[in-house]
């Protein structure tokens, strides 16, 4: 499980993410999509098509990392593209990697 401080901002990319992208591709995502600094400390959050897997991009002070979860069975529920960035509570995110549907 990711050390997710409760003060940590969360923000969902919704829609879908190419999820072959690494961590540079992710972080450039986030600059540019998203207009975000992926060097602050947030956790960004990217769903794959299928919606089986998710990606998680954190720069935590010292590095980046880049931690992924794929289901076996069910799929991350996800917001609508029209939501546009999502933000949710580090609960909300943990609630989602214990309890996806």
Known sequence: MIPIRS??????????????????GLALQVQEALGRDPHAGDLYVFRGAKGDLIKILWHDGLGMSLYAKRLEK???????????????????LAYMLDYAS
Do not use: K
Not at 7 to 13: F, H, N, S
Not at 74 to 90: E, K, M, N, T, Y
């Open 74 to 92: 069910g799929r991350f529920l996800w917001p609508s593209p029209a939501d546009g960035v999502v933000g949710i509570s580090a609960s909300q």
């Open 7 to 24: 003060d940590v901002r969360v923000w969902l990319a919704v829609g879908r993410t190419d999820i072959r992208r690494g961590m540079n």
